[in-house]
């Protein structure tokens, strides 16, 4: 298997598992948004967020820190399977104790929320048994979709069986946490066959300690922005409030993934490559990354700006009017998040620029965070978004500035510019449609085929005119359908 095959067949692995990670709270989201309400729904998103935080210690770095040493040790399963115990051990030590933490934790717990607590304290133990970043790491990305297409099918039966009314958010709460566990659990069934035993000892963890510190510094920083946005809502606005954030988050979510998917399959194909010397092959991935996402987010942001009015409420109903403007805005993020995760974990983590990364993180979770603080109870959940965007820009912004002697940025601006236009006059092209006095779901239809319709056409022409990356895998597509077309 040639190595471009190879990303491309992982890179359809990660981002059907990224999709599946986010696709059923999508699927589900008109069903639970009418079954709960905002309300119920801000209460179990402040709950899972707190709990979230918890899971974030026990992670720590290990899931940047863990693909990458795994990638680099691949080869030699003797060594491979010391570093898989060895950081495993380390992660199992604090994951338990951190769950007991988290068990004490529930007593404080305002008491109209304790039963979601509980329920989350499924959650919060599922880390003990995540060793996703072990499959990340040997590029084993087929193992994680299987499990995740079964465990999640079983999750939409149940939400669908068992969720009838606002009361029934405590359910809710179970199959989110049970659908954790038994993903984590259920990878285990493999590894005997991947790694051999090797019990780890105090001396082999140690130095396995300050990168993995080093590495969870941007991942509590990032949470600061990601998940505190809704904490900070539930303090100083409404659950209300974090119901329609909570819910805009999730449509963003879906093709995010498709995204950050790209980061997760060419993290461990860098750190390899960079291992043995290859230098300039890197260097083609990370343009040709860049160029792949700046295509894809640009037809994102644009498409979600404009449905939005149309999509909300055809999608979630009667009572989410504000979640219109909130995925407008949020969408914009969408282009510096693709920007930054190519820039990261194709260049800053694999070669091990952890404090540039690190920095880049810290400066964009303060600037969030003074925003919030200052924002959130004038503008409620208007202030929470103001402050995402400043952040995902920020961190773009320094990830860009601190390698551009090292990388050709401005050849990358150059090839990414015309996506952003395509998706410029796509906007213009679904918003003119919008126009057209249908039923809602007929004109969302209209909308969305419209402009994929749009992007597509401007995307062929410009793959006769260049020579991206892009340019050339849509005229690759284009001689295989036409060499089937002529064979029929």
Known sequence: MSGETSVKKNYIY???????????????APYISRKLGPDMIGQQSYVYSIATYFMLFIMLGVNNYGNRSIARTRDDKREMSKVFWTIYGFQFLRATIIFVLYCLSILIFDPKYTLLAIVNAIYVFSGILDINWFFFGIEKFKITVTRNIIIKIASVI??????KSPDDIWKYSLIVAMVALVSNGYLWLYIRRLVDWYKPKLKDIKPHVRPELILFIPVIAVSLYKVMDRIMLGMFSTTTEVGYYTQSESVINLPMSLITALGTVMLPRISNLLSKGNVKETHQYIESSISFAVMLSSAMMFGLMAIAPTFV??????GYTPCIGLISGLSVTMLFISWANVIRTQYLIPNSQDKSFVLSIIIGAVTNLIINYLLIP??????????TI??????CMLQTIWVRNELPIRRYIKISYPFIIFGILMFIVVRAVSLIPVQPLLLLALEIISGVAVYAILLLAYSSKSNTFVARTIAQFKIRLLGRINKQ
Do not use: D, H
């Open 14 to 28: 990660n981002a059907a598992y990224q999709l599946l990670l986010v696709v059923v709270p999508l699927l589900t």
């Open 158 to 163: 149940c939400i669908f069986t068992f969720i």
């Open 313 to 318: 409420p055809v999608f979630f109903g009667k």
């Open 378 to 387: 004038k503008l409620q959940s208007r202030g929470a978004l103001i402050g």
């Open 390 to 395: 400043c952040a995902e820009f920020t961190v």
